[in-house]
């Protein structure tokens, strides 16, 4: 076994469960805010936000079980599963892959039945719940038939465990239970990768096209009271963003696995990143509805946080309390796992630190570094450091910009509340705000 496979058995050993923890915590508690808000604004609402919950919930319990990666040989398709189901035999695992793909695009669909939904409630007053059934039964039909035609593909895994042996002899095998596809040019493995592909791909597209048909039925009828704007739009940024996390996470692994097995290149790395960032939105998407469904939002603060900001269900009236957290600037998990494999030679240090700064004291201090500093890894990590720096300032200015556009061409908000609001953004970049604060605000500001 590789030394490279050993650090990353060891790094995804601890993530999976601290992966499922965040996850069954985070679904759970939307679970209970849901039970418990009440609000006209979501009691149909409710029923595409729950099916989104639960999907999420089956896709880090999968994820969880199976442990899986995927690796793409000549005429195979091999997976090596790390989770418990190895100890239940390969079947099960064969099963529990199956379940993750299935689950991973039926989320996938959820949120876009979500975008489908809030269109038509603009147009028609949906109040049927038999409908709602009916329609996410519907979305449901391509990932189930996604499961079933994987379950039901014959796959000889001794023809798929001599191939990867041949290709791949470093891997770990003791450790790992090793099932697959035998013939992934065949018809179940042809239709699993089409509807993998139709998730993963057309999804954002999807979403983007009702974003922008929704915000169009929004600003041409402002006199719409069935629903609140500043609610719609708020809601319908949340599920755009929560479509777009699968756009980042999904499509540059899963990409790889459909060049690798026509090129017959593979990366250690990249095959385990796919099944990690597909339990990685499992936790991601309940703090997106949390945030971006106001009446949700409401209700954790005031069951969970005592200190922050608390919006009304019509989203027109925020009231901020003072923040007492402070914040401080750390590395992101993808600057230090690139740190983690970055090369360093302890010794190499100290020699050229010795041989540059001869009057340093070296013996009361433990020296650290990186003895490539011109590596692809170090190379990424410092450009990672770079954008995050220098690139914070332009993308807030940019913000700045667009929201004081929208501010000045939105008519509808009462002129008080656009000073208000113009004079905040102005305060947040420090700079003297370009309207006088009223009383009202001076009370905000406390």
Do not use: W
């Amino acid at each position: 076994m590789m030394i490279e496979e050993m650090k990353l058995q060891l790094i995804y050993r601890a993530y999976y469960p601290i992966s499922i923890t965040l996850s069954l915590i985070t679904n759970i508690l939307l679970l209970f805010i849901m039970k418990t808000t009440r609000s006209a604004l979501l009691k149909d609402m409710q029923y595409y936000l729950l099916n989104t919950a639960i999907c999420e919930i089956l896709v880090s319990a999968s994820t969880f079980l199976a442990q899986c990666r995927p690796v793409a040989n000549k005429s195979t398709l091999a997976v090596f599963c790390y989770g418990p189901c190895k100890h239940f035999g390969p079947n099960t695992c064969f099963f529990m892959f199956a379940l993750v793909q299935a689950s991973v695009v039926a989320a996938s669909f959820s949120i876009l039945l979500s975008f489908y939904y809030r269109y038509r409630l603009l147009q028609v007053h949906v109040k049927n719940a038999r409908s709602h059934k009916k329609t996410i039964a519907i979305f449901s039909l391509l990932p189930t038939s996604m499961l079933i035609f994987q379950l039901f593909t014959e796959s000889d895994f001794a023809i798929v465990e001599a191939e990867t042996r041949a290709l791949h002899p470093d891997y770990d095998y003791t450790n790992n239970s090793l099932i697959g596809f035998s013939n992934t040019k065949g018809v179940g493995g042809t239709i699993s990768q089409i509807s993998i592909s139709l998730g993963v791909y057309s999804a954002p597209f999807i979403a983007l096209y009702y974003k922008r048909k929704i915000n169009k039925v929004i600003t041409s009828n402002t006199s719409i009271q069935r629903i609140p704007v500043a609610y719609c739009k708020q809601l319908i940024n949340g599920l755009l963003l929560q479509t777009m996390v699968p756009f980042v996470v999904y499509i540059p692994p899963f990409t790889y696995v459909l060049v690798s097995q026509f090129t017959d290149h593979s990366s250690l790395y990249a095959e385990y990143l796919l099944n990690t960032l597909g339990s990685f939105t499992a936790f991601i998407n309940p703090l997106l509805t949390f945030y971006y469904v106001l009446p949700y939002r409401r209700a954790l603060c005031k069951r969970v946080f005592k200190y922050f900001p608390s919006v009304s269900e019509e989203g027109t009236d925020i009231t901020t309390y003072p923040a007492t957290t402070n914040f401080h600037r750390r590395n992101t998990a993808t600057t230090k796992v690139f740190n983690l494999f970055s090369p360093s030679d302890r010794q190499k240090i100290v020699n050229e630190l010795t041989a540059l700064h001869p009057s340093y004291d070296l013996d009361n201090y433990i020296i650290l570094g990186f003895s490539e500093v011109k590596t692809v890894v170090a190379s990424v990590n410092t450009a990672m450091i770079i954008l995050g720096v220098y690139g914070t300032p332009f993308v807030a200015l940019y913000f700045r910009s667009k929201i004081l556009k929208i501010l000045n061409t939105t008519k509808s908000y009462h002129s008080e509340k656009m000073t208000q609001t113009k004079s905040m953004i102005q305060v947040g970049f420090n700079l003297s705000p370009a309207f006088p604060p009223t009383a009202k605000q001076n009370h905000f500001r406390g």
